[in-house]
């Protein structure tokens, strides 16, 4: 089954600076990349995602990166706010063999500490 | 749309008992499913759904039942509480699997177990 590995598990930045979170997948079959923030005592919410037929997406200060070869896709925050400070989690799925596609795998998360 | 609810927030049990967590969603999704948050796990697949009628096992189905009789509607039930369940259930929705489509959590629910 997939195995989704992510990389840093704690990161520290300063305000204003860039925040990179990497994620390692292991299926080839899976197409489709999204990325959730976890506040503390909230629920994980969708931030970005990423389709596999596509290298890179941008959302205002957030981008998400793919590299299909490789099998990694990145999460890049820039100008990072204290308000960022959170968990983020990378998860793959795909299409499957069946007519039902593939659950969801998380990755074991990253929290990010942003210092004013 | 209220999205996926949750309930109940908080809850205490005694090792051994019984209790069953519910979970609902107003967006006509097909696909459903329960996790579970431990520190430094991550999110843990627990049951899943693909529609109404239809259950399957994740990762970490011990000790848990669901049933999906209706599409809005999937319970978590703990048979038989144990220490180990000691943890934050989140459960998820989506339109449906292998279709690019992202997973909605509710707000959980924070079990413990003593």
């Known amino acids: 089954g997939e195995n989704v590995e992510q990389h840093p598990s704690t990161l520290s930045v300063q305000e204003g600076d860039s925040a990179v979170i990497k994620c390692t997948y292991s299926d080839s079959a899976s197409n489709y990349f999204p990325w959730y923030k976890q506040e503390l005592g909230k629920r994980p919410q969708l931030i970005i995602d990423i389709r596999s037929n596509v290298g890179e997406k941008k959302d205002q200060r957030i981008a998400v990166t793919l590299n299909k070869t490789a099998k990694h896709f990145s999460l890049h925050i820039t100008e990072t706010q204290p308000e960022d400070s959170a968990v983020y989690f990378c998860a793959a799925s795909g299409t499957g063999e069946d007519n039902y596609g593939q659950n969801f795998v998380f990755g074991p998360g990253t929290r990010l500490s942003v210092l004013p | 749309n209220a999205g996926v609810t949750q309930t109940p927030k908080f809850q205490v049990l005694k090792t051994g008992q019984s209790m069953t967590l519910q979970c609902a969603q107003d967006m006509n999704h097909e696909y459903m499913s329960w996790y579970r948050q431990d520190p430094g796990m991550g999110l843990r697949l627990i049951h899943y759904?693909?529609?109404?009628?239809?259950?399957d096992q994740g990762e970490v189905p011990n000790g848990y039942n669901v049933s999906r009789s209706t599409t809005e509607d999937f319970p978590l039930r703990l048979l038989s509480a144990a220490p180990s369940q000691t943890s934050v259930y989140f459960c998820?929705?989506?339109?449906?699997?292998?279709?690019?489509?992202?997973?909605?959590f509710g707000n959980g629910t924070r079990l413990t177990v003593t």
């Open positions: 759904s693909v529609g109404a009628g239809i259950t």
């Open positions: 998820a929705s989506s339109y449906r699997l292998g279709v690019f489509s992202p997973l909605h």
